[in-house]
């Protein structure tokens, strides 16, 4: 029997769409541990969050879905800041397995006020992007992912000349690599966390928007962030670089499964992948070495 090349292409563009967006709730997630060596486990209830303000800004307020959108994703940094202030910064010194727990904790709350204000039902994201067919050659490609995937590799690039040239970049750069050094040459480091959760928070609304736009919306999105968890972790819990390379890479690995061995294998796969990543770098693929693991 003959390759199917084009089906091969097909799942190939959609599993670069899947990893782009995995990629960039990695991004957010990396952001926040590099600064303030906090395992998020709420990454993908930050995301479904960000998702539901905007629905709601779009829906209940009646904003322009593009004001929608802004006025949510600087409303989900602000909560961001607020979360940090209040339930991570008075942990600093403890354990990490107790801030770790704060995480889960405030993972299960924000799915019960999602959950109490929208109900469980499933919603739809207003229109975003447009319907359009794209066919890249003769293959075939969502146009939901198609423009999803170029905005996400869109946000990565700017998010990496941010953090590279603008100031606030080069302190959570600096914080992430020695905190002691940070505070000698005058950075305020306790900033420098709530920075981390507002941007991470931001990022992690616009990988929801644009996971809300493809799928629609629900409090069971949250179970990104498993995904996510899986990048991060084959990637190296402290590596941009890592992240960007796991994520595109596991969305490759979990549309090839799930189209040649079929939908149950996905997760088997890409757990699998994780496995053996694990047992030969257990700090991950880029990840620094001196990581401890929970």
């Known amino acids: 029997m003959d390759f199917d090349w084009l089906f091969f292409v097909e799942i190939s563009l959609g599993g670069l769409g899947t990893g782009g967006l995995y990629a960039l709730t990695a991004l957010a997630f990396v952001i926040i541990f590099k600064s303030t060596g906090v395992v998020n486990l709420a990454i993908g209830e930050m995301l479904m969050v960000g998702a539901y303000l905007v629905y709601g800004l779009a829906t209940g307020f009646g904003l322009p879905i593009w004001l929608a959108i802004i006025v949510g994703v600087l409303g989900s940094g602000l909560a961001g800041g607020v979360i940090e202030r209040l339930a991570i910064r008075p942990m600093v010194g403890e354990s990490p397995i107790s801030t770790f ?104 609304t616009v990988a929801g928007v644009i996971v809300g736009a493809i799928g629609g919306i629900s409090p069971s999105m949250g179970i990104f962030g498993l995904s996510v968890l899986v990048v991060v972790i084959a990637g190296g819990l402290d590596s941009v670089l890592g992240a960007l390379v796991a994520g595109i890479a596991i969305g490759l690995i ?38 401890e693991r929970l």
């Open 101 to 204: 727990m704060i995480t889960v904790g405030l993972a299960s709350v924000l799915v019960g006020a999602v959950e109490l204000i929208w109900t469980a039902d499933q919603r739809r994201m207003p229109p975003i992007m447009p319907d359009e067919a794209i066919f890249i050659g003769e293959a075939f490609v969502s146009s939901k992912v198609f423009y999803g995937f170029f905005v996400t590799l869109i946000l990565i690039s700017l998010g990496l000349l941010v953090f590279r040239f603008w100031r606030g970049g080069v302190a959570l750069r600096a914080t992430a690599f020695d905190q002691g050094a940070a505070y000698s040459m005058g950075i305020n480091v306790p900033r420098v966390f709530s920075l981390s959760w507002v941007i991470g928070a931001m990022i992690a």
């Open 254 to 291: 979990e549309a090839w499964a799930s189209g040649f061995l079929g939908g149950e294998y996905k997760v088997v796969v890409t757990f699998l992948i994780l496995i053996i990543v694990l047992m030969i770098r257990p700090y991950g693929l880029f990840g620094t070495r001196e990581i």
